[in-house]
């Protein structure tokens, strides 16, 4: 947690230096990766620390730093490069620290990284804000006393450590509170603190809601175990009633994906309930219960075991999730218990049971080993921006007409073919489109669900469900006008 009142010390360095190494280390990763603070405010990248009673801010700059974005933004890069983002904020936190931590590496001597980078530091930052040079990886005698040629950088006389085994990491600290601020007036750092430029930060960043769903014993806390032990951070543990967080918040790149109700499907969190209440809890399969998870939910990683067949029970569930557009990812675990791995035949099987959605990517994990799972991050964000498409009227226009020339619409009944008069999205998150046709026409499920695969096959929509509504023209005097009567159909 960052605390306002306290100065701020960021370590920056190029990358590979071993500045997160080095972070947790200061922190002794233990205490940071298990203090559990109420509320969003957690990350791996920044935390609160004390030595001989001083108390400061200790901030990890993180990512891979050039000097030429530190110096001025590139002209060719675009506004939403990821790379471009992590060196921006960087220079944002370097602007609100108080003491920065310039780590180097010690076996790989000055590298020309390490020149640009110390160059355009002096640049950017005020002269009156302390800079303490720090050469990493200093395992051995030798290494440690070659650390002077660090000096040539004109930052500080540098100061050997290692983060792995700790060795000198108790000198730097005793140099930073040295050089700390020691009240609040002496402090150098803007206006803004580093806690409102963090927090701002996070609200900012899209959150893709996400729901694990499967029968008991199919892997769903073996997941969220990889999940959590893949090397993304863990930016925030909602606390919950039982000692087990309910949500946990990962960072994917520049989206936070949030697993909800983890609680709920991890072992530990089940043996607690079952401790509370003394009754035995074991999980059972609760449709109910499902959905009321997935209310939260914009995507749903509905898991099987593989090896087993699908049952009458998972099939309701999958009609339950479509019926509430929620877009759905089928996750076939226990894939390293099969001996043919023919993915093709598997996924065959799969949608003959559950013709309806074919719309619908199957991934094959283990989550016991891990295998796969680091996919799946990727998968449900580009599910989240498939469901949030919105396709520009001129291009749907366009769309429909050449779908009509190449396959005239089909009636549901009657003798006339319909006329299609309009072709419109009406909602996104999930993508709902309308078709228009004549007061007497009829059209056909066939000819939607032709549409959907083809706006799919055009437009992506990556595991969402897509619903079309159909409208009729009223007929009024003879004579044909917009109908605000719609009839649903998927
Ligand atoms: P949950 O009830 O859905 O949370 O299932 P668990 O995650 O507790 O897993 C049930 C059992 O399946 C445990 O014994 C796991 O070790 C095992 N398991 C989970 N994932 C895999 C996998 O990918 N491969 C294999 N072989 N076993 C798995």
Redesign the pocket.
Known sequence: MIDNNLPTVVIFGRTNVGKSTLFNCLLESKQALTADIDGTTRDANWNTLEWQGINFNLVDTGGIMEEKFLLGADKKSKADDIDLKVQLRAKNLLNLADIIVFLTDARAGILPGDKKLALALKKIISKKIPIILSANKADNPRLRRDAIEFNRLGLDEPLAISATNGSGTGDLLDKIVKKLPKKEKERKRPKKTLAAFLSEEETKKETINVAIL?K???????LVNALCGSERMIISAKAHTTREPQNIRLEHKDKIINFIDTAG?S?KGQQTAKSTSGKNTL?KFSIKKSLDTIKNASVVLL?IDINKKLSHQESRLVEAIVERQNSLILVA?????IKIRDQKHYKQEIYAHLPFITWAPIHF?????GSKVDKLYDFIAKAQAGRNTEINPNALDKFLKKLIKKHTPVKKKGTKRPHIYEFKQVDSAPPVFSVRIGAKDTISDAYLNFMSNRLRKKFGFYATPIKIYVERNKQIHGQHEESVKTQNES
Not at 333 to 337: E, R, S, V
């Open positions: 499967g008991p014993n199919v892997g769903k806390s073996s499907i072992r999980e898991m675990n226990k894939w390293d218990l994990i283990s989550a016991l080993n």
